[in-house]
């Protein structure tokens, strides 16, 4: 059985990952271990979703992580929880590690974005937090099929949306429509707060 | 664009899904807008939950590297500014500036007059990363910008030449596939045509036959471009009939 991961306070499980961090901050190495414990999976989880190439999602996986330690005072808890924060620069780290492959390689635009990763079920047969994905599942079902298709795109492609527009063929008025009411149906069903 | 316009910016942002300046544009909205950045908040947030449902197991060994990797970073201090996630420019900046460092300390270890040549290479070597990465980042700022209009065009001998034009950022951009070497030095120059006035707009890479160029300077009010067979450095006017002239997408 893997580790759960924890998102939030447990009851009675020590320290909150917000308090880590700004243990971290000071320089503790110890609550950077416990912060390493508890975000290491998620963020190695939506670095190689994003690059699919096991050895550089490893490669950026690692300097997210050296980038939470080292920019742990940036963090600020009147701005959502210390997992969003990993897990936003994560995905950042990772669009920038390929939007910037992709830019060096001067590679033909479109078959790019036609050749590059799986869907979404390819991707999430990796996951091993059967509980957040079977709540994830539940509530993309409840998007439209263009919703559904642009936010995924967006998010486990690393597409822009001029890219999702392009290869869905779809005005981008209406991507960028789509990317935010799919959003804030997704956020509505899965009962985000900021 | 309007204000409402980069309202409904926001999911595409909180999914990171915005090309450089589209990014840039948001976030200046973004600090004036408190309604947006409550609502960034929270979509990004909800992404992160698409994030949380790829949690995989990190391979062994994973950890001890990281923890290995911190003891050599030195921390920065607390932010005054709202940069959550951080940008991209400084981030290279920095790698950059530990480069620089590393030539400076090599001439610390006495390896004397090699130490300054290592310190040009280096300095030389970072200028000309940051062009490339410039030149990088502008044609996909141009293949990326919503209004980007393409046309191809058929070459001579087999090659295909695609323009690529966005009014918004004033800039083209040509996608050149299967061309032929030029003859030995000369090289293959880019114009832009204004009322059939050839404008220089850069050179090609004469030993690439397949390569994607920022035309050099504003698209103006150029309606066509050229290419012509230039000595090696280029002309400030053509000197040899056009191998192609494309009209740009309108």
Same mark, same amino acid.
């Given at each position: 059985?893997?580790?759960?991961?924890?998102?939030?306070?447990?009851?009675?499980?020590?320290?909150?990952?917000?308090?880590?961090?700004?243990?971290?901050?000071?320089? %503790?190495?110890?609550?950077?271990?416990?912060v390493?414990?508890? @975000?290491?999976?998620? @963020?190695?989880?939506?670095?190689?979703?994003?690059?699919?190439?096991?050895?550089?999602?490893?490669?950026?996986?690692?300097?997210?992580?050296?980038?939470?330690?080292?920019?742990?005072?940036?963090?600020?808890t009147?701005?959502?929880?210390?997992?969003?924060?990993?897990?936003?620069?994560?995905?950042? =780290?990772?669009? %920038? !590690?390929v !939007?910037?492959?992709?830019?060096?390689?001067?590679?033909?635009?479109?078959?790019?974005?036609?050749?590059?990763?799986?869907?979404? %079920?390819?991707?999430?047969?990796? @996951?091993?937090?059967?509980?957040?994905?079977?709540?994830?599942?539940? &509530?993309?079902?409840?998007?439209t099929?263009?919703? !559904?298709?642009?936010?995924?795109?967006?998010?486990?492609?690393?597409?822009?949306?001029?890219e999702?527009?392009?290869?869905?063929?779809?005005?981008?008025?209406?991507?960028?429509?789509?990317?935010?009411?799919?959003?804030? =149906?997704?956020?509505? &069903?899965?009962g985000?707060?900021? | 664009?309007?204000?409402?316009?980069l309202?409904?910016?926001?999911?595409?942002?909180?999914?990171?899904? /915005?090309?450089?300046?589209e990014?840039?544009?948001?976030? $200046?909205?973004?600090?004036?807008?408190e309604?947006c950045?409550?609502?960034? $908040?929270e /979509?990004?947030?909800?992404?992160?939950?698409?994030?949380?449902?790829?949690?995989?197991? *990190? *391979?062994?060994?994973?950890?001890?590297?990281?923890?290995?990797?911190?003891?050599?970073?030195?921390?920065?201090?607390?932010?005054?500014?709202?940069?959550?996630?951080?940008?991209?420019?400084?981030?290279?900046?920095?790698?950059?500036?530990?480069?620089?460092?590393?030539?400076?300390?090599?001439?610390?270890?006495?390896?004397?007059?090699?130490?300054?040549w290592?310190?040009?290479?280096?300095?030389?070597?970072r200028?000309?990363? $940051?062009r490339?990465?410039?030149?990088?980042?502008?044609?996909?700022?141009?293949?990326?910008? *919503?209004?980007?209009k393409?046309?191809?065009?058929?070459?001579?001998?087999?090659?295909?030449?695609?323009?690529?034009?966005?009014?918004?950022?004033?800039?083209?951009?040509?996608?050149?596939?299967?061309?032929?070497?030029?003859?030995s030095?000369?090289?293959?120059?880019?114009?832009?045509?204004?009322?059939?006035?050839?404008r220089?707009?850069?050179?090609?890479?004469?030993?690439?036959?397949?390569?994607?160029?920022?035309?050099?300077?504003?698209?103006?009010?150029?309606?066509?471009?050229?290419?012509?067979v230039?000595?090696?450095?280029?002309?400030?006017?053509?000197?040899?009939? *056009?191998?192609?002239?494309?009209? /740009?997408?309108?």
């Amino acid at each position: 059985m893997k580790e759960a991961v924890r998102i939030g306070p447990a009851p009675g499980a020590g320290p909150s990952l917000e308090e880590l961090m700004a243990d971290v901050a000071k320089g %503790d190495k110890e609550a950077f271990a416990s912060v390493y414990d508890a @975000v290491a999976g998620s @963020v190695l989880g939506v670095v190689r979703g994003v690059l699919r190439d096991r050895a550089q999602s490893e490669e950026v996986a690692q300097e997210v992580l050296v980038e939470v330690w080292g920019n742990a005072a940036r963090y600020r808890t009147d701005r959502g929880t210390a997992i969003n924060w990993v897990l936003t620069l994560a995905h950042r =780290r990772a669009i %920038d !590690r390929v !939007r910037s492959v992709e830019a060096a390689a001067a590679r033909d635009h479109r078959a790019a974005l036609l050749a590059r990763t799986p869907e979404f %079920d390819e991707v999430t047969e990796e @996951v091993e937090t059967r509980l957040e994905r079977e709540q994830l599942r539940r &509530c993309l079902r409840t998007l439209t099929e263009l919703q !559904r298709q642009s936010v995924s795109l967006a998010y486990y492609r690393g597409l822009t949306y001029s890219e999702v527009a392009e290869l869905l063929s779809v005005p981008l008025g209406t991507i960028k429509t789509r990317l935010r009411d799919g959003l804030i =149906r997704l956020r509505d &069903c899965l009962g985000v707060g900021a | 664009m309007t204000a409402v316009d980069l309202h409904t910016l926001t999911g595409a942002y909180a999914l990171h899904a /915005l090309g450089p300046a589209e990014q840039a544009e948001f976030e $200046r909205h973004l600090a004036a807008c408190e309604a947006c950045a409550q609502e960034v $908040r929270e /979509l990004s947030a909800t992404a992160a939950r698409l994030g949380l449902a790829l949690t995989v197991v *990190p *391979p062994d060994g994973f950890k001890e590297s990281v923890l290995r990797r911190i003891d050599s970073v030195r921390q920065a201090p607390p932010s005054t500014s709202s940069d959550a996630a951080g940008a991209g420019a400084p981030r290279r900046a920095r790698r950059v500036q530990r480069w620089v460092l590393a030539a400076c300390v090599a001439a610390v270890a006495g390896l004397g007059a090699t130490t300054v040549w290592q310190y040009v290479e280096a300095r030389d070597a970072r200028q000309e990363a $940051r062009r490339a990465q410039e030149a990088t980042d502008q044609v996909a700022d141009v293949l990326a910008a *919503p209004d980007a209009k393409a046309r191809t065009a058929r070459l001579a001998g087999g090659a295909s030449g695609t323009v690529v034009v966005s009014e918004s950022r004033d800039r083209a951009v040509f996608v050149a596939a299967s061309m032929a070497e030029p003859p030995s030095g000369k090289v293959y120059q880019l114009w832009f045509d204004e009322d059939g006035t050839m404008r220089p707009a850069g050179l090609m890479d004469p030993h690439r036959t397949a390569q994607t160029v920022l035309l050099e300077g504003a698209v103006g009010d150029a309606s066509g471009m050229g290419i012509t067979v230039e000595p090696a450095g280029g002309s400030a006017h053509p000197t040899s009939a *056009p191998v192609a002239l494309m009209r /740009l997408p309108a």
